[in-house]
């Protein structure tokens, strides 16, 4: 009789205890397949989402500046030898080493104007890359489409007692209000927008630049050389980098992998014991059977291949299970736990071809005592029990 032969009629014969051991450890290696894809899914959801919340370096311009106190009292200070960005050394920023990981660049330039009859500050921005990167913006109305349509924030347009659809006065120009921005809660709230060369010339700043925000957050993304390599290419603009914005967004993601981790290990570890319990108890149960091997002549490396080879069986098929039920309890909770937004789930073939893998090792390993024992009983002792 063939070896294989005697592990899957022993599958047969005890197919309630198999099923609580293919079940057991299939449980482990489905909650592992589960939390693995969930937490890639939702690392890339957040990944998606925290790059919507703006930029993560800023390029100023480069200017000397010089405190001042006298007798112990501050006077505040005073810049010289200011520097402005030009509007044409912009196409620089998609020339550094890792342009790739640049996702948005949006210039801005800034004034005080009149607006209505009263003060107010004029940011003029390229529309396109601005939406791109502040996806957050709620609109009333729409976003600006030419030179003669302006975009104003909430508090904005409640002074100037204007809605979409109206016309204001800038400067002695006249626009149309093309949209309301939602209240924001931020700076953003007291602007008027305009598009980038219209403000430049009500400003009287053609072909400069206030400042640039970048957006370029990626998991991994070195932005610590990307603000290196900015500087290098504009070397009369100070470039820094939000560092509190990359580090907490990092971070979250680096704590979702850890979270995994950890409840991965508790998971093996009783899969792992599930195993070992089960296939001591039926070594213990067929000491008998296993007596009778050993007095026909079988060898203890047969008895120990028989053992190996039912667990090897069963922590396959318990792989094969677990991956299948694993990504099925995945697709359920994603929506849950990312409270219905438009996360995907992740289909990687390496996380099929690790819960196999894992099962298979677990199975093993946590067999291999069970079956050393099994090898290692005296034929003589085990027919007492005949």
Not at 283 to 299: K, L, Q, W, Y
Request: proline share 3%; charged share 20%; net charge neutral.
């Amino acid at each position: 009789m063939k070896l294989h032969n005697i592990s899957l009629n022993n599958l047969r014969r005890r197919k309630a205890k198999m099923a609580f051991l293919t079940i057991g450890l299939m449980v482990g290696i489905a909650t592992i397949v589960t939390l693995v894809t969930l937490t890639r899914s939702m690392a890339g959801d957040i990944e998606r989402k925290m790059d919507e919340f703006g930029a993560n370096i800023l390029i100023t311009p480069r200017s000397n500046d010089l405190a001042m106190s006298y007798g112990g009292i501050s006077l505040g200070g005073i810049s010289f030898d200011q520097r402005e960005i030009r509007e044409a050394d912009l196409a620089l920023i998609h020339t550094i080493e890792n342009n790739r990981n640049i996702s948005a660049v949006s210039p801005k330039v800034l004034g005080g104007i009149k607006a209505g009859g009263r003060d107010a500050l004029l940011v003029g921005v390229d529309f396109e890359s601005e939406l791109r990167m502040k996806q957050w913006w709620e609109i009333f109305g729409a976003a600006p489409q030419g030179d003669g349509e302006v975009l104003l924030g909430s508090d904005a347009a409640r002074s100037l007692e204007v809605m979409a659809g109206d016309e204001v006065v800038l400067n002695g120009e006249t626009f149309r209000v093309a949209g309301v921005l939602a209240q924001t809660g931020s700076q953003d709230d007291a602007l008027v927008f305009a598009p980038l060369k219209k403000a430049q010339m009500l400003l009287g700043k053609e072909g400069r630049i206030t400042l640039v925000e970048v957006a370029a957050l990626c998991s991994g993304c070195p932005i610590g050389d990307m603000v290196v390599q900015i500087a290098e290419k504009l070397p009369d603009a100070k470039v820094s980098a939000i560092q509190q914005v990359v580090e907490s967004r990092l971070h979250a993601l680096d704590q979702f992998r850890r979270f995994a981790l950890g409840v991965a290990a508790v998971v093996v570890f009783i899969g792992a014991l599930i195993v070992f319990v089960t296939m001591m108890g039926s070594v213990n149960e067929r000491t008998t059977e296993i007596g009778v091997f050993r007095a026909i002549g079988f060898r203890q490396s047969h008895i120990m291949r028989i053992i190996l080879l039912e667990a090897l069986l069963v922590s396959l098929l318990a792989g094969l299970l677990g991956y299948a039920a694993g990504m099925g309890a995945a697709k359920l909770a994603l929506p849950v736990m990312t409270q219905g937004s438009t996360a995907q789930l992740v289909w990687d073939p390496a996380v099929a071809a690790g819960s196999v893998t894992l099962a298979l090792l677990v199975g093993l390993l946590a067999s291999l005592y069970p079956a050393r024992h099994a090898s290692r009983l005296d034929p003589t002792e085990a027919l007492r029990a005949l």
